[in-house]
């Protein structure tokens, strides 16, 4: 089967990896997708990412059995076919009409890279990629037999071979895939305000599996502000409800639209190991309990420890950006047991989602003692006596009052708009628990 990969094609200043995915289905239209167009996100701490740092790949052959209609290019009706057989192709010719694609549509800032071959890569090369940084080695035997192509550096080569080792299928207990249905703009008007009405997203957004489309203050998610290709992206769990419902958007209408199945959501990134073994751009998984409580600093960002089972102890971190997550955080007490997910940088841990698993007791101050006198007492200091100043009588120090926290237990993030990619929506979460 024809395999291909490619990656990198944008950079922070415009382009977008998947409008060159839809050119190269277009270019290869002698041949059938067999599976879905896959969009991969890889690591999202790897310092040289592109905005999204995602990776586009697809299976080509000849289609067996019955098709479903997966997308359309300016009216033209994209299939897909679960299974195939093998067809002929010239790897040279293959080669060269992707290149001319990328050297159309990349921007000149960006490394993009392609991988063709004629089988799937192995699944490691993408739980590599995915977690962590992936080595010259481990690349070179990965790709080995592999036709490689890089421009300007060979960076999107990586990303193009990781795209291809992913199964989508691989569960562990959690979810293996998401889809995304993204509708394109037309070429004339890429970089205007796109007529997206919030309605219209209220509309889709409710819909079973459906996530990401809209914050909880209104803020659409799921409309980009670059000035990119891409109308809107509509991501769910369950592809059969994203292509009966994307129409409902608008009231610009996509000129093109395809669905991609995609390792979104899936937390894939995330891995649990002891606190001594974190590197800088893990994203990590770990279950603690709050040794300081949470400070403010300029800015608006929050910063709290917590300790592990083994008593090493690391800080965490909830930005500006993080929005109202970050009033969740303030509320927390030292002891609360909670489960923190986020990427590990310079010794602090960027929270990504919490999960508040119980509460330490509360308590708050009772007011000061009456004295018999009728005037307020005073405290001599910490831990000691209550003073009245006026007649010299002491009281023993009142006891704290046990306060109920309106903090409820469960899984709180930041909202869609400053989520990962690969982040797994709370929203999806408690499906899974
Ligand atoms: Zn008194």
């Known amino acids: ?11 922070i200043h415009g382009g977008c990896t998947t409008w060159v995915a839809t050119e190269v289905i277009k270019e290869l239209s002698e041949f059938d997708l067999i599976g879905h167009p896959r969009l991969v996100r890889l ?8 905005r999204g740092n995602g990776a586009v790949s697809f299976t080509f052959g000849k289609g067996i059995g019955p098709k479903k209609k997966i997308g359309e290019f300016q009216g033209v009706e994209i299939f897909n076919f679960e299974k195939g057989i093998e067809m002929n192709y010239d790897t040279d010719s293959i080669l060269s009409r992707l290149k001319n694609i990328i050297t159309k549509h990349s921007h000149p800032d960006s490394q993009p890279g392609i991988v063709i071959s004629d089988l799937f890569l192995p699944e490691g090369l993408y739980w590599q990629g995915v977690t962590g940084i992936v080595s010259k080695e481990i690349l070179e035997d ?10 300007r550096g060979s960076r999107g080569v990586y990303g193009a071979a ?4 992913w199964s989508g ?3 562990n207990g959690a979810i293996s895939h998401t889809w995304e249905l993204i509708g394109y703009r037309e070429e004339k ?34 409309v980009p502000n670059s000035p990119c290709p891409v109308l809107w992206g509509f991501r769910g769990t369950d592809d059969s409800t994203l292509i009966h419902n994307f129409n409902y958007l608008g009231p610009e209408k996509p000129i093109r639209w395809l669905l991609y199945k995609t390792n979104q959501a899936t937390d894939d990134h995330l891995c649990s190991k002891e606190i001594s073994e974190f ?11 709050v040794s300081s409580k949470p400070v403010v600093i300029e800015g608006g960002h929050r910063f709290f420890s917590v300790k592990n089972s083994s008593n090493e102890s690391i800080e965490c971190a909830a930005f500006e950006p993080t929005k109202s997550f970050r009033h969740i955080i303030d509320k927390l007490e030292v002891g609360d047991s909670v489960i923190i997910c986020g990427s590990f940088k310079k010794e602090t841990i960027n929270l990504e989602k919490i999960k508040i ?3 330490a007791p509360r308590y708050r101050k009772p007011s000061n003692p009456l004295c018999k006198c009728g005037k307020r007492t005073h405290s001599s200091g910490k831990n000691s006596y209550y003073r009245c100043k006026d007649c010299g009588e002491k009281y023993e120090r009142p006891e704290m009052i046990e306060v109920v926290s309106d903090l409820k237990l469960g899984w709180y993030e930041p909202p869609a708009s400053s989520r990962r990619h690969l982040s797994t929506p709370v929203s999806l979460i408690s499906k899974h628990e």
């Open 142 to 151: 990965a790709i080995e037999g592999a036709t490689v192509l890089g421009f």
């Open 162 to 165: 990781c795209s291809l080792a």
């Open 189 to 222: 008007k890429w970089g205007t305000f796109r007529e997206i009405s919030s309605e219209s997203v209220k509309e889709v957004s409710d819909k079973e599996g459906v996530f990401s489309c809209i914050d909880l203050d209104g803020k659409i998610a799921m």
């Open 279 to 289: 590197i800088d751009g893990d994203s990590v998984w770990m279950e603690a309990s």
């Open 357 to 359: 698993e119980s509460l």
């Open 43 to 50: 690591n999202p701490n790897v310092p040289w990412k592109t």
């Open 169 to 171: 299928n691989t569960n």
């Open 1 to 11: 089967m024809l395999h291909i990969g490619i990656d990198d094609t944008d950079s």
